[in-house]
């Protein structure tokens, strides 16, 4: 047997191996893909290991380069459908399931994050029916798990509303305002009823002037404030309320709307109607809260994350809080600060979830039964609005209501 020779091009077995030659075309796509490398990477996953990330991209970098050469393009951005189903039917490994399974997934992550980050040159069109084929070949979702919505009965739903904190609070507000409050134009309280307002949902604050010690804290733990916007949660429960119809602002006042009269009556006397109403005070609570996420500091991130503890967590495969605590240990040196951040964030979240009874905390960080079907409104409407802009979506966000809306088919 003649001996290996690698540097005439014959293998251990002396038959020619095949050199990987690749076009000018091949060689502009690799470089392309490298150039989006480190914001791949961190997209791919926020807070954990850029291994996984960079592992994915190797796949695609290598698949593009045959791609372009079989499509005759230098564009990393627009995957023509039936040239990629053409290359991955062609290609060399095509009968390794394991290996096309990941390679299908690595390319789903890609095309995904060329949809979000505003990346992908090629049609509308052209994006549905490369998702639709990468889905085809059972491509995993990189934000979402499949959701578990428990098939509760009306009694079981109504009981289990009634007794989430979040529900109890905003009833407690809604009680509150009666026949109406005194508001300011744009629908905030005034500073003489924040410390009443905040206190029926379970917060210490009081407007400045309106009694007592104007100091930032008062010394009994009760923050004092300007102004009613300086009270996140006040203002959140008050536009949740606001948006399923239970209160409106009328002439400088806030006084009950059309569902007002609904939840208050409680879920003995007001039925499916109530827990209708009910249900979607916590759909929009949620969503409101994202929306507060989305628009703070350092948001995206945070929102993003917000959104995969939820999706995960109203899932059979929660997220472990481990995972989040331990996110700054597995980040790269030079992710490693904005990890910490995310995570503490997220941390601070999540206890305030519990709070209001959204999460519950163990060593995973699971979404309770009974707000598992507002989870998926949200999702399925989009996010609640973490990435949508205007009435119509960017070409950016459509990628969004294609896989939310995929995944609310199969729930």
């Not at 251990?12 to 893909?33: D, F, H, K």
Request: charged content about 25%.
């Amino acid at each position: 047997m003649p001996p290996s020779n690698s540097r005439n091009g014959t293998g251990g077995r002396g038959l020619p191996r095949e050199a990987a030659v690749y076009s000018l075309s091949a060689a502009i796509v690799g470089r392309a893909v490298d150039s989006m490398a480190p914001e791949f990477v961190r997209w791919h996953d926020p807070l954990g290991p850029a291994d996984a990330g960079r592992r994915d991209l190797a796949l695609v970098k290598d698949f593009l380069k045959t791609f372009a050469d079989l499509a005759e393009t230098s564009s990393a951005t627009d995957l023509a459908p039936g040239l990629l189903r053409t290359a991955l039917e062609s290609d060399p490994r095509s009968g390794d399931p394991e290996r096309m399974e990941s390679l299908s997934g690595a390319l789903a992550l890609y095309v995904n994050f060329l949809g979000q980050t505003g990346r992908w040159t090629g049609s509308d069109a052209d994006f549905d029916r490369v998702l639709d084929l990468l889905d085809s070949n059972d491509a995993p979702d990189p934000l979402l798990s499949d959701l578990h919505i428990p098939d509760l009965t009306v009694e079981q739903e109504a009981a289990a509303l009634a007794a989430l904190p979040v529900v109890r609070r905003g009833l407690d507000l809604l009680a509150w305002i009666g026949g109406g409050r005194e508001a300011t134009a744009s629908g905030l309280l005034r500073r003489r009823d924040i410390e009443e307002a905040a206190a029926c949902i379970g917060v210490r604050a009081r407007g400045a002037g309106s009694g007592g010690p104007d100091a930032q804290d008062a010394g009994d733990g009760t923050r004092v404030v300007r102004s009613m916007a300086e009270v996140p949660q006040l203002v959140t429960v008050l536009t949740a309320l606001h948006t399923v119809g239970a209160t409106r602002l009328v002439a400088s006042r806030i006084v009950p709307g059309p569902a007002a009269e609904i939840l208050l009556a409680g879920p003995d006397d007001g039925g499916t109607e109530w827990l209708g109403a009910a249900r979607d005070f916590v759909t929009e609570f949620l969503a409101c809260d994202l929306d507060r996420i989305e628009d703070g500091r350092h948001g995206p991130e945070v929102a993003e994350l917000a959104l995969t503890l939820l999706a995960t967590g109203s899932s059979d495969h929660p997220t472990p809080l481990d995972w989040l605590l331990a996110a700054p240990d597995r980040a790269g040196a030079a992710e490693r600060s904005a990890a910490r951040r995310t995570a503490r964030a997220g941390h601070r979240l999540v206890r305030e979830w519990e709070d209001w009874g959204l999460l519950a905390v163990g060593t995973a960080l699971c979404v309770p039964d009974v707000v598992r079907a507002s989870v998926a409104e949200i999702l399925a409407d989009g996010l609640g609005g973490v990435w949508a802009a205007g009435d119509e979506p960017r070409p950016e966000d459509r990628f969004l209501e294609r896989r939310l809306a995929a995944l609310l088919d199969e729930t």
